[in-house]
């Protein structure tokens, strides 16, 4: 490499956001740093003093000896070695990083170079474990909103913000006489009267504000006969979003006499 690649390769590794190291390797054993880029001057902490020291004598711990079996190991395969680490800061905030170790060879097939790429994955594993945690969240608050769903001794009925049903319970199908198949993805106002109708959509609308809404309802059932019933919507949240509504009935007829068709 001539003096003019030399300087434009050094350009070029100083623009990269990866933290770079250049070690050279001597003996196959020992691993003295070469060359270390801007980001690694930052984001590191490190000098330029390291140039010229081993990987034990920079960091004389657990880190130097990990780093060193590590080059050891590229300069024995003559493989690319990647791997991540942990690292906690002062503050002993978690920060993850993914090392790649490249080996690069003489005229006479020796290792006489690894380079070592750093980047750091903190940002991107910070956000995966949020995610991770909300998503455990939810299965959990999911599975203890399904028991209380399919337990529920009333008729119960999940509706999407769009007033269409997505889930009922057993009781929901008694009163109903509907399979859960033939009610699922079916608007939940053509259950009810065509005179409530639009109590209906009044309390729904106010209900997707976050408001729990109450009214009494006629609805009917699949043979024709109508049902009076207390209807209650309440808003299902999760991380403070509506995402759905749970319908309860009460039939408030005696012994759940129907009304007689008009």
């Given at each position: 490499?001539?003096?003019?690649?030399?300087?434009?390769?050094?350009?070029l590794m100083?623009?990269?956001?990866?933290?770079?190291?250049?070690?050279?390797?001597?003996?196959?054993?020992?691993f003295?740093y070469?060359?270390?880029?801007?980001?690694?001057?930052n984001?590191?902490g490190?000098?330029?003093?390291?140039i010229?020291k081993?990987v034990?004598?920079t960091?004389?711990n657990e880190?130097?000896e990990?780093?060193?079996?590590q080059?050891?190991?590229?300069?024995?395969s003559?493989?690319?070695?990647?791997?991540?680490s942990?690292y906690?800061?002062?503050l002993?905030?978690?920060?993850?990083?993914e090392?790649?170790?490249i080996p690069?060879f003489n005229?006479?097939?020796?290792?006489?170079q690894?380079?070592?790429?750093?980047?750091d994955?903190?940002?991107e594993?910070?956000?995966?474990?949020d995610?991770?945690?909300?998503?455990?969240r939810?299965?959990?608050?999911k599975?203890?909103?399904?028991?209380l769903?399919?337990?529920?001794p009333?008729p119960f009925?999940?509706?999407d913000s769009?007033?269409?049903i997505?889930?009922?319970n057993v009781?929901?199908e008694?009163?109903?006489?509907?399979?859960?198949?033939?009610l699922i993805?079916?608007?939940?106002?053509s259950?009810?009267?065509?005179?409530?109708r639009?109590?209906f959509?009044?309390?729904?609308?106010?209900?997707?504000?976050g408001?729990?809404?109450s009214?009494?309802?006629?609805i009917?059932?699949?043979?024709g006969?109508?049902i009076?019933?207390?209807?209650k919507?309440?808003?299902?949240?999760?991380?403070e979003?509506?995402?759905a509504?749970?319908?309860i009935l009460?039939?408030?007829?005696?012994d759940?006499?129907?009304i007689?068709?008009m």
């Open positions: 490499m001539n003096i003019k690649d030399f300087y434009l390769v050094n350009a100083d623009e990269m956001n990866d933290m770079i190291f250049v070690v050279k390797v001597e003996n196959k054993t020992d003295i070469d060359y270390l880029n801007c980001a690694a001057l984001g590191a490190m000098t330029e003093n390291i010229g081993s034990r004598e960091f004389p880190r130097g990990f780093l060193y079996n080059y050891k190991e590229v300069v024995t003559r493989e690319t070695l990647v791997f991540e942990v906690f800061s002062p002993r905030k978690k920060h993850y990083f090392t790649k170790l690069f005229d006479k097939k020796e290792c006489t690894v380079v070592e790429i750093v980047k994955m903190t940002k594993k910070w956000l995966y474990e995610v991770k945690c909300t998503w455990d939810y299965n959990e608050s599975s203890r909103y399904l028991s769903f399919h337990h529920n009333d009925f999940s509706i769009d007033g269409c997505a889930n009922v009781e929901a008694n009163i109903t006489g509907y399979h859960f198949k033939d993805g079916n608007a939940f106002h259950l009810i009267a065509e005179e409530d639009y109590t959509k009044e309390l729904f609308r106010n209900a997707l504000s408001n729990i809404q009214s009494n309802l006629v009917f059932d699949k043979t006969d109508r009076k019933v207390a209807l919507v309440i808003p299902v949240f999760f991380d979003e509506i995402i509504m749970d319908g009460k039939v408030i007829t005696n759940k006499e129907r007689e068709s």
